[in-house]
């Protein structure tokens, strides 16, 4: 999930986070904008330790959102599953 994105304004484009706010300069164009969103994507992105990550359940690498995410969906999904066939 992204956590910046690019948006224009009337005639200069801006940096926003995921909460709207604008978090640096007016850029002139679009690229020089984009490429700032994208050096903040991924400093926050290795801060939280967001990337390809082998799943704990079956191994397969998948894009995790960070330390506390370690199992693919579809282990995750057949976890909840047994959690729930356990607990009924």
Not at 12 to 25: S, Y
Not at 50 to 60: D, E, H, K, N, Q
């Amino acid at each position: 999930m992204a956590e910046y994105r690019v948006q224009k304004t009337f005639d200069a484009f801006v940096v926003l986070n995921a909460d709207g706010e604008r978090v640096g300069p007016y850029w002139a164009n679009e690229l020089a904008a984009e490429r700032e969103r994208k050096r903040m994507q991924d400093a926050y992105d290795r801060r939280r330790k967001r990337g390809p990550r082998p799943c704990l359940g079956c191994g397969a690498v998948f894009h995790s959102d960070g330390i506390h995410h370690r199992l693919c969906d579809p282990c995750r999904n057949h976890a909840d599953a047994l959690g729930r066939e356990m607990a009924g």
